[in-house]
């Protein structure tokens, strides 16, 4: 009984999203765009995804202990993803597209205060923590992460134009919440044997720190590849840039705000 109701629910969001795509005039939904105000204490020119695309799922990572530091993260007030008005509409067309081929987008993260890219360095300073490691960074030695990329002072996610996510097959099925202190597995193996994700398999989890998650890694391969450049294909026609360190990282272009690196919390 407990799969038939989240089947039936997930039924309920993709009939939902579905009814969306095909009633609302994309002129309009520019405008409506245009109109809504920006977020509490944020600058003019962000918006809530939500209010733009309330299709699009949320499964916001840094605001829950499922990371790679394995706590919430300084900032991060709500589960909800905030970015530059032109960077949610143009999700919003990609995610259009999506919906009329049976997927949809799933966001893991959007604009990144400051403060939380310094939570990310004090942690990964701290060489004694490493709590997560079984999942996010097996193969990986917390003392080069500084060298090898993937940790950094400055995140393009504060400028509010980038966003980290993945597609999800309709009907959704939600993903379970993530225990503290349970056991983990690493972000590089077989889809049944990660951390369970409603998304299509991408080769590796989100915020998987190896070599792997680059987006064009030739051992990646198969159904694999097909995801990965499905997902890159689609945002790249609605205006977005791939990372190639990383396959779910993507920047739209060109960035309304190239050279500000905001530090207001997500609520």
């Not at 409603?198 to 391969?221: E, K």
């Amino acid at each position: 009984m407990p799969r038939l109701a989240a089947a039936l629910r997930g039924l309920a969001v993709a009939a939902a999203a579905l009814l969306t795509v095909v009633t609302l005039p994309s002129g309009a939904e520019a405008g409506a765009a245009r109109r809504l105000p920006s977020p509490r204490g944020a600058p003019e020119g962000f918006v809530a995804l939500r209010a733009v695309d309330p299709t699009i799922i949320q499964e916001m990572r840094y605001y829950t202990p499922h990371n790679f530091m394995g706590v919430p993260v300084d900032g991060y007030r709500r589960p909800t993803c905030l970015l530059t008005r032109d960077a949610a509409r143009a999700l919003h067309r990609a995610q259009r597209a999506f919906l009329r081929r049976g997927f949809s987008l799933k966001v893991y993260d959007c604009y990144r205060p400051q403060r939380a890219v310094d939570h990310f360095v004090r942690w990964a300073k701290d060489l004694g923590d490493q709590r997560m490691k079984g999942e996010f960074y097996p193969r990986e030695d917390k003392s080069k992460l500084f060298d090898d990329g993937y940790i950094a002072a400055k995140s393009g996610h504060s400028r509010g134009s980038t966003v980290d996510l993945t597609l999800v097959r309709l009907p959704a099925v939600p993903t379970r919440r993530y225990v503290p202190g349970e056991p983990l597995t690493s972000c590089y193996g077989p889809k049944g044997e990660r951390f369970p994700d409603n998304s299509l398999d991408m080769g590796t989890g989100f915020d998987c720190f190896d070599t792997l998650a680059h987006t064009l890694d030739p051992r990646i391969h198969g159904r694999q590849l097909r995801n990965r450049l499905l997902l890159k294909s689609g945002l790249e026609r609605a205006g977005f840039v791939n990372l190639p360190e990383e396959w779910w990282h993507f920047t739209f272009q060109p960035e309304p705000f190239p050279d500000t690196y905001f530090d207001f919390p997500v609520r």
